[in-house]
């Protein structure tokens, strides 16, 4: 498995659906842009937890890199989507297969 870090540290927390913004993830930076937290709702599939994650993930190692052109989202441009494929990728090679624990 290739590795994929992040120049901030990052905390990963689950939220209520409630608590996200009309998505099922977030990746923000803290200010001072030493740290971020990565935001996933608590009510995904582990299928759709890991996807998020990935994606997430992505948007934290392409922090900070613009859209070059203007054409794009300034968010998913091309060079997230290269990102994206690349982590996704090392992911399919070596997938987590752990079960959660079921919700009380
Ligand atoms: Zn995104």
Redesign the pocket.
Known sequence: MKHFPIRYKVRIVLAPPDKMEDCL?QWYLSDDEESGVIKLANNLSNDTLVDTLL??WA?ARTEGLEDVDGREDP??HAT?WSELGRITAAYRENPVRAERPAKK
């Open positions: 993830g994606e997430e948007h968010y998913h997230f």
